[in-house]
DNA sequence: TCCCGGTAACAGGAACATACTGTACCCGCT
DNA sequence: AGCGGGTACAGTATGTTCCTGTTACCGGGA
């Protein structure tokens, strides 16, 4: 009937709104982070709203559901922990200073925000049946499966084993920090983050050596415009 | 006044009834088991109490709340786990066939129970802010940490990483199978248990090396009884 | 010895209270 | 027209209370 073009909008009065949807999603999010940061992990949703300066049922109007709105916070903290460790994997280098970096910097931020990182574990998004700890660490482990499977390449090795390898270094990590957070002993946050390295490498050079790569950990990366030279 | 010995029961009638509420949980577990394979990871409080065959309230009788009954839940499948992983630590043997069977029966039970690890990974304890898949795996890196420890004592090592490593452990081969299950790609699971099982010697080989212990991954570990022999 | 009322502890369930989630609808503003 | 705000309400899951059996043990009396 009437003419509904997607390609631009029909009104004046429509475009003033765009995009607003997503901003109030933003103003959510924020205000979720806040809440949880100040009422503990198990902030309720009316909470939240109440930080957000809105009543509960103002929240459907953005969100589907609860399990959208944590989502929305899963995907927010996805941004965060990749915005810290992106300078340690993307500034080149030699491998074990990214991996003692991106290390440092996982620790620091867990550490950091312990609320968040227990409100992740303990709320599920039942839609698709994964918690959010889940996700954030399958969108880590997808960043590192890139990141892997460019540096195969440049050696013409096999990429196929990239996922699994990125997979396993994340819960390597990820397993060994939440327990240092509960249970620190006599460990210093540093100490774990070189011993949480020296691991790490041990796993890719046996991953590389399985596709006849070998790598010295203290000699940089190749670039991809630059000529590579495999050391033994 | 009146003898009341904690020895003996005062009267029958009482004693009747002695270890009632352990097999009345139990049998509650069992019904939640069954439950979850029929009705899949989503099953509720109602379903798994008609598959014990009871009113939903019994339940109440016998678990403080929903998150006890998960607890149960997720102790009983700790020991189902354990009792998988067993045979493979406790036959002694070469680190790597250890390892490597261990590995193979946890990949295997997971492929088998995919429904009962999703139910676990999407029901949170809200008690103690964990979820309990965390639970799970915190007991089977518990029981890993005093292998460890054993074994570490055996070559005269400190044994402050253990904890660490087992952890680290634990999370490597979770993470890389739980990818897996949900995505195999073209990766079959005996594969998949090679890999992590080279993986996980590398790491305990990375940390015995830094406690100045080198051992060959193909021959027998040393028996508490037995003069020991560290190989270079 | 056997029967019999009494009793302790469990079995089962209905009714109720509470909390969280999500929807419907109403009004106001620009 | 379209968004902003909120109250009232429905649906569902979670616990609690209370009432009614049921079973096996106990002690006493014929």
Same mark, same amino acid.
């Given at each position: 009937?009437?003419? =509904?073009?997607?390609?631009?909008?029909?009104?004046? /009065?429509?475009?003033? +709104?765009?995009?607003? $949807?997503?901003?109030?999603?933003?103003? &959510?999010?924020?205000?979720?982070? /806040?809440?949880?940061?100040?009422?503990?992990?198990?902030?309720?949703?009316?909470?939240?709203?109440?930080?957000?300066?809105?009543?509960?049922?103002?929240?459907? #109007?953005? &969100?589907?559901?609860?399990?959208?709105?944590?989502?929305?916070?899963?995907?927010?903290?996805?941004?965060?922990?990749?915005?810290?460790?992106?300078?340690?994997?993307?500034?080149?280098?030699?491998?074990?200073?990214?991996?003692?970096?991106?290390?440092?910097?996982?620790? /620091? +931020?867990?550490?950091?925000?312990?609320?968040?990182?227990?409100?992740?574990?303990?709320? =599920?998004?039942?839609?698709?049946? $994964?918690?959010?700890?889940?996700?954030? #660490?399958?969108?880590?482990?997808?960043?590192?499966?890139? @990141?892997?499977?460019?540096? @195969?390449?440049?050696?013409?090795?096999?990429? $196929?084993?990239?996922?699994?390898?990125?997979?396993?270094?994340?819960?390597?990590?990820? =397993? =060994?920090?939440?327990? +240092?957070?509960?249970?620190?002993?006599?460990?210093?946050?540093?100490?774990?983050?070189?011993?949480?390295?020296? +691991?790490?490498?041990?796993?890719?050079?046996?991953?590389? /050596?399985?596709?006849?790569?070998?790598?010295?950990?203290?000699?940089?990366?190749?670039?991809?415009?630059?000529?590579?030279?495999? $050391?033994?």
């Amino acid at each position: 009937m009437t003419s =509904s073009p997607a390609t631009r909008p029909t009104d004046g /009065r429509a475009a003033r +709104w765009a995009g607003q $949807r997503e901003r109030r999603r933003r103003e &959510f999010v924020d205000a979720a982070l /806040r809440a949880i940061a100040s009422h503990g992990p198990e902030v309720s949703t009316e909470q939240i709203a109440e930080e957000a300066g809105l009543g509960r049922t103002r929240l459907y #109007k953005y &969100f589907a559901d609860a399990a959208d709105l944590q989502g929305g916070i899963a995907d927010r903290v996805t941004e965060l922990i990749t915005a810290e460790l992106a300078p340690a994997l993307n500034a080149g280098g030699t491998p074990m200073r990214m991996i003692r970096t991106a290390i440092d910097a996982h620790t /620091r +931020w867990l550490a950091e925000h312990g609320n968040l990182y227990r409100y992740l574990t303990m709320h =599920s998004l039942s839609a698709h049946g $994964r918690d959010a700890v889940t996700d954030v #660490k399958t969108a880590i482990a997808r960043n590192l499966t890139v @990141l892997f499977e460019r540096n @195969l390449e440049l050696f013409g090795a096999s990429t $196929r084993l990239a996922e699994p390898v990125a997979f396993g270094v994340v819960g390597l990590v990820e =397993s =060994s920090t939440a327990r +240092w957070l509960e249970n620190p002993g006599d460990l210093g946050r540093h100490e774990l983050a070189d011993l949480l390295a020296t +691991w790490v490498w041990r796993l890719l050079d046996a991953a590389l /050596r399985a596709q006849g790569v070998e790598l010295d950990p203290d000699l940089p990366l190749p670039v991809p415009g630059e000529p590579l030279a495999t $050391r033994g």
